[in-house]
């Protein structure tokens, strides 16, 4: 008999000891479009001639796209006496799971939201008893679960930029908790909000500084802007990754945009400490998470690892510009709604977002 597994246990799992063997069982190009990173892709209607494919010293879970081909596979292999788990609801419940690290800055706590499926990564910042939220996704009930679990209002709700792979969550979690939303009118939005200005500082409880920029870093969108938290974490959006930078193509002026997120990198964020950490908004598939750190690495490290932050700025633009992957088939819809400009309803949009997100290019 096979067991049924929640998609937070797998979560959890997922980059520890006990991380399971994780089996695709729909079809290759289902799978190659979106899968859970480092799955083995086997369509169930191969498994019986493919079962030595899979171990036999390790839990196997077996994953589709809802559940149902998944739980089909689990019956096959429960019969040769591996142990198996089925993943609850597949791809579409692994879309939703979260899970949340908290990092300590001084007398700042700073908790990395991750929406594993997505690879969206969103952040809460508190001291004493308030908070501010940076890139929440649309599900605002797990901002206000972390805050509520540290004690914190949240008064003030800021995006990175006009994200185009996701659904942003800042104008209801905005809504619902009374706290004042921050953007950066370099990009467009059509609804209420307070510009921001760059060198803005807004002030935790206690005196402790968090600079909204100073770090206006156009390049991705026009508005991009990076945060930094009490001289010590930089929320970089998605100007700068673990494992790359942003894309500069998604407004169909790539060379432009490449160039300025050339200078927003190097006039701007590369001029912090070695010992800056980069909290950014996105991980991609080659990004190991594990449950009990964060994603993301000093600057000093990032200097030394991404190969494309020492180029020069012809250099640069030509490899952003040549190594960017097609963009989004839904980032035109996704963009109009978080602009403020879509009818489209809420229930079309979130599947919309189903998949991975496009935003970097990888170094």
């Known amino acids: 008999m096979y067991r049924d597994l929640d998609v937070a246990e797998l979560a959890a799992r997922l980059g520890t000891a006990d991380e399971p063997f994780v089996l695709d069982v729909r079809e290759p190009a289902e799978c190659a479009a979106w899968a859970i990173p480092g799955a083995t892709n086997v369509p169930v209607g191969q498994l019986a001639a493919r079962v030595d494919e899979v171990p036999v010293d390790r839990e196997v879970v077996t994953v589709c796209a809802s559940g149902s081909r998944s739980a089909t596979a689990a019956e096959i292999l429960s019969g040769t006496g591996r142990r198996v788990a089925n993943l609850v609801g597949g791809m579409a419940a692994w879309a939703g799971v979260y899970d949340a690290v908290t990092m300590e800055f001084g007398d700042v706590r700073v908790v990395q939201v991750r929406r594993r499926g997505k690879g969206c990564l969103s952040y809460v910042v508190g001291v004493g008893d308030t908070a501010f939220v940076v890139d929440p996704s649309a599900d605002v009930d797990v901002y206000r679960q972390v805050a509520e679990e540290h004690g914190w209002t949240v008064t003030r709700v800021f995006d990175t930029h006009l994200h ?50 100073a770090m206006h870093t156009p390049g991705h969108t026009r508005g991009s802007t990076v945060y930094v938290v009490a001289e010590r974490a930089v929320l970089t959006g998605d100007t700068l990754f673990v494992e790359g930078v942003g894309r500069p193509d998604l407004a169909d002026r790539a060379v432009e945009f490449a ?95 189903l998949g991975p997100n496009r935003c970097a290019v990888s170094a």
């Open 164 to 213: 185009a792979d996701h659904l942003s969550g800042a104008r209801d979690l905005s809504a619902v908790t009374g706290a004042s939303l921050h953007l950066n009118p370099a990009d467009a939005f059509e609804f209420p909000y307070v510009p921001l200005r760059d060198g803005d500082a807004f002030e935790l409880p206690g005196g402790v500084s968090f600079r909204v920029a």
């Open 259 to 353: 160039h300025s997120l050339y200078h927003s990198l190097h006039d701007k964020v590369l001029c912090l400490a070695d010992e800056a950490v980069v909290l950014p908004g996105h991980y991609g598939d080659d990004v190991v998470v594990r449950p009990d750190r964060p994603v993301a690495a000093t600057l000093g490290e990032l200097r030394s690892a991404l190969e494309p932050l020492g180029f020069d700025e012809d250099a640069f633009v030509s490899w952003a510009t040549a190594a960017a992957v097609p963009r989004p088939p839904n980032y035109v819809e996704i963009v109009q709604a978080n602009s403020g400009r879509s009818a489209v309803p809420l229930a079309v949009l979130r599947s919309l977002e």
